[in-house]
């Protein structure tokens, strides 16, 4: 192998792994447009993506593209399930007590995850065969390709709502100015909704996509999640394109170190990376 | 005035002294009432958890900012002692100012830069901090001793005196559990404290009364890093062996939960959260299975229901009825 093959190797994983992040961190950015709150029950998203998608191939025993489309509305079902039942009855709209409330919401849902799954670790097949492709002298999964690909569509779809459709209009309306959005009678309550039902289904998406490259247990979604905030910083948080740049960005610094440098502390590298953007330039790569 | 009223008011104008000796006194008592290694073994692990969720809640409650890595600097602490008796032989005393000394500069390195920002980024950067350094104690196993921790951290001793079984420890834990609740007691009805209470109730009018709010912060910070920290020695010496699992994000969500069910901002409130969340494993059988439904149960429902937490929010609904009867009486 010479160096540019390695080189090329370890940026294409970088890219897969990026776009992972992307997801979830745009699935962090939504909610924080229309609620101004981090929400940590994204984590668990991306875990409940992998495991719907167990349940729908294995279970059920539906073919990969039904199981797919499945798996993502389960978990924008029960992200809007989460807001309505879990968030919206809060006799306080203090950021402190929502932002604790996300965070007791993840505990419960990561425990009936491992009431219903099991605390094993399992294999989720690929999406199509594992026979690695060889492009310009790298090997590259059939499942990477995949991944990069559906980001990319999932991002056409959310540029599509927010820009074409009345709803996604009145997101941004929110997103930009709650107050002057509230007066001219958008209705707050359908905002957040859909918000957590995108941010539900990004992160699904994001788990159904990962899971066959990791392995699926029930707390996978924690430093995924994690990650994917640290994307959301490194662009800026709350930009939609800062937290495309910022996982792309993160995904190919965290395979290049365990490329060139040491692959024991690869976990590390978004941590120092969301560190060191909050000392130097708090607003991310893109943000306001 | 009546002399029952006199008694009533010398009691309420002395109330938190007052309950302050009364808690000494109980403390004081409890291992004549029990003697069982393990119920006391507990509760000097409550003690331990006192002393984090005191600073916690000061930094939670006071500076409106959120910490979900305070394991970091527990387990820093922890560590940091560890190694320096171990490795370096450093009197255990000498070793915990040393590590809390350190631990303040790593609050302060964090807490100036991402302070001055608005909104909760330092929630992120802790926990990013929690996690670095959980992989740091997996990984660096020459030193850390790895996934399988670290042995043989000597006893706390005064002269010959050590502190080595759980009747010891009780009063060496508690006394430090005391020395915090009257720090943070003090602090908050001080100067400073006052201004802390300032900037919880809104930050821009605080700035405006001339609070420095952002050095009011990142002081609050650093000294709940140093209570974790000093925490994190005590635990050290008590089980005279550390292990990386101690220290993960999820004690740190534990912590959080003490915090919040006490009350944000209650003083009295962190007593009663960290003994309620250490006491829950013995009250229920079933618990391993259903931990995280009990533990974010309780914090979903509190919040929900009780923002202000169990002690303020109970108080606040006695006084409310007693308020509504008075009403009642005066106008039949």
Redesign the interface.
């Known amino acids: 192998m010479n160096p540019f093959q390695d080189f090329l190797q370890f940026t294409f994983s970088g890219l897969t792994g990026g776009a992972i992040y992307a997801l979830i961190a745009l699935g962090f950015c939504v909610v924080n447009n229309t609620m101004g709150?981090?929400n940590f029950v994204q984590v668990d998203f991306v875990t409940l993506g992998g495991m719907l998608m167990f349940s729908a191939l294995f279970a059920i025993g539906l073919p990969t593209v039904p199981g797919l489309l499945l798996a993502v509305a389960g978990v924008a079902l029960i992200a809007m399930l989460v807001e309505r039942v879990?968030l919206r009855?809060?006799?306080?709209n203090?950021?402190?007590?929502l932002?604790?409330?996300t965070?007791?919401?993840?505990?419960?849902?990561?425990?009936?995850i491992?009431?219903v799954w099991g605390k094993n670790r399992m294999a989720l097949p690929p999406l199509t065969s594992d026979t690695p492709v060889n492009l310009l002298g790298a090997s590259v999964l059939p499942q990477a390709l995949w991944i990069l690909l559906l980001t990319v569509i999932a991002i056409a779809l959310l540029t599509w709502f927010f820009y074409r459709t009345p709803l996604g209009l009145a997101m941004r309306a929110v997103a930009s100015n709650p107050t002057a959005a509230a007066v001219v009678g958008i209705p707050a309550g359908r905002v957040r909704l859909t918000s957590y039902a995108i941010a539900g289904s990004l992160g699904g998406l994001a788990g159904v996509l990962v899971t066959p490259i990791t392995t699926l247990n029930y707390d996978v979604g924690?430093?995924l999640g994690?990650k994917g905030?640290?994307a959301a910083?490194l662009g800026g948080?709350g930009s939609f394109p800062g937290a495309i740049l910022g996982g792309l960005g993160l995904g190919l610094l965290e395979s290049l170190s365990a490329g060139y440098l040491s692959s024991?502390?690869k976990?590390?590298v978004?941590?120092?990376v969301?560190?060191l953007v909050?000392?130097i330039r708090?607003k991310g790569l893109l943000g306001k | 005035m009546t002399a029952k009223q006199k008694i009533l008011y010398f009691l309420y104008l002395h109330r938190t002294g007052l309950t302050v000796t009364l808690l000494s006194t109980a403390i004081f008592c409890w291992p004549l009432v029990t003697s069982n290694p393990y119920t006391l073994g507990l509760t000097n692990l409550i003690a331990l958890h006192v002393v984090v969720v005191l600073g916690l809640n000061l930094f939670?409650g006071y500076a409106?900012q959120?910490s979900?890595g305070h394991a970091a600097f527990y387990g820093l602490g922890a560590y940091g002692s560890a190694i320096a008796t171990v490795n370096f032989g450093i009197n255990p005393w000498l070793a915990m100012l040393l590590v809390a000394f350190l631990v303040a500069l790593v609050a302060l390195v964090?807490g100036i830069?991402?302070l001055r920002?608005a909104?909760?980024?330092l929630?992120?950067?802790t926990?990013?901090?929690n996690?670095?350094l959980h992989?740091?104690l997996l990984?660096w196993d020459e030193v850390t001793g790895g996934p399988s921790g670290f042995y043989g951290i000597p006893y706390l001793a005064i002269g010959d005196f050590e502190f080595y079984d759980e009747f010891r420890l009780h009063y060496l834990l508690w006394g430090f559990a005391l020395l915090s609740l009257l720090l943070c007691l003090n602090l908050v009805r001080s100067g400073v404290g006052r201004g802390l209470a300032a900037l919880a109730g809104d930050e821009t009018a605080a700035a405006a009364l001339g609070v420095n709010t952002r050095n009011a912060k990142i002081k609050v910070f650093v000294l709940s890093a140093v209570l974790a920290s000093l925490a994190g020695s005590l635990f050290a010496h008590t089980y005279s062996f550390v292990s990386p699992d101690s220290f993960n994000?999820f004690v740190s969500?534990d912590m959080?939960?003490m915090v919040?069910i006490g009350g944000?901002g209650s003083i009295w409130g962190s007593l009663l959260g960290a003994a309620l969340i250490t006491m829950l494993p013995e009250w229920m059988d079933l618990f391993e299975?259903?931990?995280?439904?009990v533990?974010?149960?309780i914090?979903?429902l509190v919040?929900?229901?009780l923002?202000q937490g169990l002690v303020t929010g109970l108080f606040d609904l006695v006084r409310t009825r007693l308020a509504l009867r008075r009403g009642q009486d005066a106008a039949a």
Not at chain 2, 289 to 293: C, I, N, R
């Open positions: 709150i981090v879990g009855p809060a006799r306080s203090h950021h402190l007590v932002i604790f409330l965070v007791g919401l993840s505990i419960i849902l990561r425990g009936i491992k009431l924690v430093l994690l905030f640290a910083i948080f024991a502390y976990d590390v978004a941590f120092v969301l560190l909050l000392f708090p | 939670i409106g959120i979900l964090i830069p991402v920002l909104g909760h980024y929630a992120m950067a926990l990013g901090l996690f670095v992989t740091i990984q994000i969500t959080v939960i919040v944000m299975t259903y931990k995280d439904f533990h974010g149960g914090l979903v919040l929900m229901f923002p």
